[in-house]
């Protein structure tokens, strides 16, 4: 029986002094899953990531990450958590401009002792092997990642969120500086990746034209019981 890595019932959440931007009766991904989640922008995508990482916490209900209650963690253990067992690919990737590619995905395990102990490879050779499998050329390796293009830090910025194998990786809207066939081969590089390592994958996007290449969708607004007021 598959492992339940994410569990919601009855989430309610609010920003301190207005109404509630998430009120989601039921949601449960599966081990293993590749989960798309759409909705316009402003439909509480982004927070909703954010709860699910533990950088915000659930007003009301139940929230729990790889049977985690992250609202009963302290603020420090949150963010160990989030530390050991997610890989996230921002929107505006985050990299650190002046550090070379080796460099910035190998950062992802500075705070992680769970990443490194999941390592089957010395740190840079690991991460050599996944910017490899996302298709980065050899002679960007040692370059800062301000000198690449978008496309290639795309792939930098998962490759920092794959290492370690963490059990749940969370991507926002990574792909939309990228043209449509650019998208598709990225979820194609990434599903791959999170299959060798067993991740559970939770894609979170407004693009229509993803939407085929995931087997589960999920419609935020219409998970969202306050959207439907």
């Known amino acids: 029986m598959s492992r339940t890595v994410v569990n919601i019932h009855d989430l309610r959440f609010a920003w301190p002094g207005h109404d509630p931007v998430l009120e989601i009766p039921a949601l449960q991904i599966a081990q293993g899953e590749r989960v798309f989640i759409k909705g316009p922008s402003g439909s509480g995508k982004s927070t909703l990531l954010g709860l699910l990482a533990g950088i915000q916490t659930v007003n009301h209900g139940t929230l729990e990450v790889l049977g985690q209650p992250l609202a009963q963690l302290s603020s420090r253990a949150r963010d160990g958590f989030r530390a050991g067992q997610l890989g996230y690919i921002f929107q505006q990737f985050n990299l650190l401009p002046y550090l070379s590619v080796i460099d910035n995905v190998t950062s992802a395990l500075t705070f992680s002792p769970q990443k490194r102990a999941r390592l089957n490879a010395a740190p840079e050779a690991e991460a050599r092997r ?66 060798q390592q067993g991740s559970t994958l939770i894609f979170v996007s407004h693009d229509p034209f993803l939407e085929p290449l995931f087997p589960r969708v999920e419609n935020l607004q219409q998970l969202n019981r306050r959207s439907q007021c």
């Open 130 to 195: 996944l910017l490899g499998e996302l298709q980065l050329p050899e002679a960007a390796l040692s370059r800062p990642v301000h000198a690449l293009s978008i496309g290639q830090q795309q792939r930098v910025a998962a490759a920092r969120a794959l290492i370690g194998a963490p059990p749940l990786v969370i991507a926002d809207e990574p792909t939309s500086a990228l043209d449509t066939d650019n998208r598709a081969a990225f979820i194609r590089l990434l599903f791959k990746e999170c299959d």
